[in-house]
């Protein structure tokens, strides 16, 4: 609980310390500078494939569909682990149930990222701008999906296995 009420009091913070415009940045604007990230689409790709999976087998479990996906995407495109791949095998269980969310959570990765960039001109590891960006992040999951869902896929992200 006390991890809960931490997550938040930091979300609510640094959300309220930062500009109106951090929500309000088009795709336009971002993409005639270059900020879109092919990430976008690939994620989507992977949320379709997901909800197409879900609809012909409805009977099919959580696991069964994450296996499913894991075959799909086993082949490296020249060399280049893609994103399924690249997700912990709890994210993996929250996008499959909570495919919606996990788009929204996508946007919010991004304009964690961007506001990231912006501020320290990286977007380092172990550091300041890492600290940041994970606080931006928590703060757009909880302004998105809610606290409750924010906090599954933030400690997903965590589950280094």
Do not use: C
Request: no cysteine.
């Amino acid at each position: 609980m006390k991890k809960k009420e931490i997550v938040i009091g930091v979300s609510v913070l640094i959300s309220a310390s930062l500009p109106i415009s951090v929500y309000a940045a088009s795709n336009e604007s971002m993409s005639s500078r270059g900020f879109i990230i092919d990430e976008t689409n690939e994620f989507e790709d992977i949320v379709k494939q997901i909800l197409d999976v879900k609809s012909k087998h409805p009977e099919w479990s959580e696991q069964q569909i994450s296996d499913f996906m894991d075959q799909i995407h086993a082949i490296k495109k020249d060399g280049v682990i893609d994103i399924w791949n690249a997700l912990t095998s709890s994210e993996k269980k929250l996008v499959i149930r909570y495919p919606f969310d996990a788009l929204k959570v996508n946007k919010a990765k991004e304009i964690a990222t961007k506001q990231t960039e912006r501020k320290f001109g990286k977007n380092g590891l172990g550091d300041r701008s890492d600290a940041f960006r994970h606080g931006i992040w928590n703060a757009e999951m909880t302004v998105l999906i809610g606290s409750e869902k924010a906090e599954l896929f933030a400690t997903a992200h965590e589950d280094k296995e």
